[in-house]
Structure formats: C-alpha cells, structure tokens
C-alpha cells in the first residue's frame, strides 16, 4: 500500500519570503499523480498544484512549484513571496494512474503554515 | 454550477443514534467518494463510487454504507453513532477515467460529533 508522509507539522515563514514544504512518498507504482493541497480555516480543500510522475518537468502554478524527485521519492512544495493569505493546513496527496482515480486519494498528515506579517 | 454540496454542515449525535449525511454534485462526474478527517490528521478514504450502482470499500468502511442510486448524489450513512466517528467528513467527485489528472472536486465538508 501506498504512503504519504509529511515531516513538518508546523513551518513559519515571514510574509514575501520563500518557504518549502517537504513531501515523500512510497509506493511500488510507476505512473501516478502527487497532489498539493490546501485547507484554510474555511476547512474547503483547495488544488493548489498537480504533478504526473511520468513527465520531468517540475510543475509551476504562479507562486506555486514543485520540485519533484522521482528516484527519491520525493515531493516539495516551494511558495515563492508568501503572502497572508497563504496561511493554511497543506496536504500532499498521491494517487496511482492506473484505475483512473477511482479508488481516490492517499494523504499525508498534513503541514501548518503560519505566515508573519 | 453548485459543484459538491454537503448537508448538514454541523451535527451532534448521541451514541447509538443513526444519521445520513447527504451530498450532490451538478457536475456530471462518474467518480464520488467519501472522506473523513480526523483532528491533525489527512484524509482517509471510506467509501468510494464509479457510477450509480456500483460502491467499493476505501481504507477505514468499518461503521459506514453508501449507496449510489443517481450519477448527482452518494450518501453516506451512520449505523449505529459511535465517539470513534467524530469527525469531519467530506464528500469529493471527479470525471472518469478519460479525463488525466481526475482533479478531485471537494464538498465544503460536515462536522459530526458523537456524544
């Protein structure tokens, strides 16, 4: 069975500063998505961003990139210039290509980032 | 479009007593599941749907039924409320197999506690 851990329970960065949140996983597939998610106080999960194992290029989103490293099993979530708004519980998440999704989304445990103003 | 709608948003249950939480979506999506997640932890899936009629088990199904008579809705339902299903439960959907990706369209979610 797949897994998805999350180090950091907590990460605070001060507002326009640069912070990482680190993700890895294990799982005996080859092909699948990594997932970053967002859940503010509003408790509503928000994609933040999306990465297929099977392209090398690392996904962007805005302020948002990943640096994926597939041998490692690793996944990190860089938010560039962090704005107050970023403030939020984040989840990475992981799913396996095949089955197209039906048997859902494994989560890690979660990563709270507070942002100083 | 509504996207995934949930009720209720908040219930407080006592142990024993049996409740449904319902959700919908207007999206036309294939897939729906259920989620919960407990104080700081991520999501666990309970239950998942393919398409109307058609239900499987997820990671924590133990206390739980679905069903999935129409594409819209996928109940979720409570036998027997115990303290151990406090939580906060969310409903998600997404399109079938051809879409890549299937980003996973969340419910704002209910917050279930048994007393």
């Known amino acids: 069975a797949q897994t998805v851990t999350q180090s950091q329970p907590e990460m605070s960065v001060q507002e326009a500063e640069t912070v990482t949140l680190s993700c890895t996983y294990d799982?005996?597939?080859?092909?699948?998505?990594l997932f970053w998610y967002k859940q503010p106080p509003s408790r509503q999960m928000i994609l933040v961003i999306r990465?297929?194992?099977?392209?090398?290029q690392n996904a962007t989103e805005n302020r948002f990139s990943v640096n994926f490293q597939k041998a490692a099993k690793s996944f990190s979530l860089k938010i560039s210039d962090s704005q107050l708004g970023d403030a939020a519980m984040y989840f990475c998440?992981?799913?396996?290509?095949?089955?197209?999704?039906?048997?859902?989304?494994?989560f890690g445990k979660g990563t709270h980032l507070i942002i100083q103003p | 479009n509504a996207g995934v709608t949930q009720t209720p948003k908040f219930r407080i249950l006592k142990i024993g007593q049996s409740m449904t939480l319902q959700c919908a979506q207007d999206?036309?999506?294939?897939?729906m599941y259920w989620y919960r997640q407990d104080p700081g932890m991520g999501l666990k899936l309970i239950y998942y749907?393919?398409?109307?009629?058609?239900?499987d088990k997820g990671e924590v199904p133990n206390g739980y039924n679905v069903s999935r008579s129409t594409t819209e809705d996928f109940p979720l339902r409570l036998e027997l409320a115990a303290p151990s299903q406090t939580s906060v439960y969310f409903c998600?959907?997404?399109?079938?197999?051809?879409?890549?990706?299937?980003?996973?369209?969340f419910g704002p979610g209910t917050r279930l506690t048994v007393l």
């Open positions: 990465q297929e194992a099977y392209k090398q």
């Open positions: 799982t005996s597939e080859s092909d699948y998505y």
């Open positions: 998440a992981y799913r396996r290509r095949s089955g197209g999704g039906a048997d859902g989304l494994t």
């Open positions: 999206m036309n999506h294939n897939y």
């Open positions: 998600a959907s997404s399109y079938g197999q051809s879409r890549g990706g299937n980003e996973q369209f």
């Open positions: 749907s393919v398409g109307a009629g058609i239900t």
